[in-house]
């Protein structure tokens, strides 16, 4: 198992050595500013008291305030803390807005607590690190097996605790709640935009594209409208336990409707069905992966037909693989740019909170649009500056303008 923060300080290397990085600042981005690991004691139903351990990682707040979701999970690590809050970092600073980068979580299976153990472990959570959080300091959100009730949760004790109101303390909270119009659709519709712009680069109709997505969650069920909205073929899609495939294209409503009656993919008529594995190496021009980390690894990287892959879920692509499609010519958008239109639209969620308004689905929308269109720009210029793959591009672009707020 590869630790995820090497492979961070290894693709910060590879960033830093490409745009000559001054060594100071380097040093300085090899370490989070600052982690917390902390004991979360949580009173159980059977009154027994069981201690969880949570973490959270600020690394580093040049740009703005720390930004990043809290995630439930029993394979929560420090290292993996520190390493998800570097990308975050990253994806901040790729699409320019004021937030930098953080993470947190609690080693546990959330799965296995009632509702009420869930509320006091997530509270108590804050009560150990209110101190170092809040709208101007650290804004966490929902990431794995954290919701908008949970959120809800911990800006209410976070309140509590600090005496005031500040809804901005954390975003992904319920629209009732504070929460932002439009956050829904926001990844997938920042993959879109960036898709858009993509095509363009590369003289491709929509008509003529066939697109694979892997996953029909929130982001991959999205994608899938939206591009087909856009004149894609959606020629396959798949949840959890397979997918469908129909290379003339799928018909959406019916996939829709059928996975909603049935609760999954089997059974449908008029298309073949494949294995997740499987739809990964189909015939099509455009791959886009919205479900699980290391699905494109050195053991399927060849043997993938898409000449662009769109990289909707969070670490698909496992730096061998990246090699590979590098070598073969595949254009990869890289996660930190192609699915950050969720963290700009919690962004635009704080910013509404700590400005005390409230923006339209349209209004969201029409801010995000020009922040995708400029970074996917501005990525493909310091792609070709360099001759280096848009993932690598977009880490320069992104160190670069963290360094420029570093002071030595
Ligand atoms: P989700 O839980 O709504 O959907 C996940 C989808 O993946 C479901 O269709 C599920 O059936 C499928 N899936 C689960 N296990 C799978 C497997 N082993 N093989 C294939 N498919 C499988 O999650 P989501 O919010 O759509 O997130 C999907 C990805 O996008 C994740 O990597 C997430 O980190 C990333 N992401 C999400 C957001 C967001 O705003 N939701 C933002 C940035 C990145």
């Not at 949570?54 to 420090?78: C, M, T």
């Not at 999954?264 to 189909?282: P, T």
Request: hydrophobic letters at 40%.
């Amino acid at each position: 198992m590869q630790n995820p923060f090497e492979n961070a300080l290894k693709q910060l290397e590879k960033a830093a050595n490409i745009m000559n990085l001054d060594k100071n600042v380097h040093a300085i981005l090899k370490q989070p500013d600052r982690v917390m690991a902390v004991s979360v004691p949580v009173k159980m139903d059977n009154g027994e008291v069981k201690v969880f351990t949570g973490f959270r990682s600020q690394y580093n707040d040049a740009l703005g305030p720390y930004k990043g979701g809290i995630r439930y999970h029993e394979n929560v690590s420090l290292d993996e803390v520190k390493a998800l809050s570097f990308w975050m970092m990253v994806k901040c600073a790729t699409v320019n807005i004021p937030m930098g980068g953080g993470k947190g979580g609690i080693i546990v299976d959330s799965k296995k607590l009632s509702e009420g153990e869930l509320e006091r472990m997530s509270r108590e959570y804050v009560r150990k690190i209110w101190r170092e959080i809040g709208s101007d300091k650290d804004v966490p959100a929902p990431d794995m097996y954290t919701t908008p009730k949970i959120m809800g949760w911990m800006r209410d004790e976070f309140e509590k605790l600090v005496g005031h109101s500040d809804p901005g303390v954390i975003t992904g909270k319920a629209i009732a709640d504070g929460g932002s119009e439009g956050r829904e659709q926001a990844t997938a519709q920042g993959g879109v935009y960036v898709t858009r712009e993509l095509m363009k680069k590369l003289n491709l109709k929509a008509n003529e594209t066939k697109v694979a997505i892997q996953g029909m969650g929130n982001v991959g069920g999205f994608m899938a409208k939206l591009l087909a909205a856009d004149g894609f073929k959606i020629v396959a899609l798949s949840d959890s336990k397979g997918g469908v495939y129909n290379p003339d294209g799928l018909d959406l409503d019916k996939v829709f409707v059928h996975k909603e009656k049935i609760g999954s993919l089997s059974g449908m008529d008029g298309v073949q069905n494949v294995s997740n594995a499987e739809l990964l190496e189909l015939p099509v021009d455009i791959l886009v992966p919205s479900a699980m980390e290391n699905q494109i690894t050195s053991d399927n990287a060849d043997k993938i037909k898409a000449k662009i892959i769109v990289e909707m879920a969070n670490g698909p692509t496992t730096p061998e693989a990246d090699e590979v499609l590098s070598a073969r010519g595949i254009v990869v958008v890289p996660d930190v740019l192609a699915n950050a239109g969720g963290v700009t639209v919690s962004c635009f969620e704080w910013e509404q909170n700590v400005k005390d308004q409230k923006w339209s689905e349209a209004e969201v929308l029409a801010k995000l649009e020009p922040i995708m269109v400029n970074a996917f720009n501005e990525v493909w210029e310091t792609k070709d500056k360099y001759s280096v793959p848009m993932r690598t591009a977009a880490f320069v672009k992104a160190i670069e303008r963290v360094a420029s707020k570093i002071k030595v």
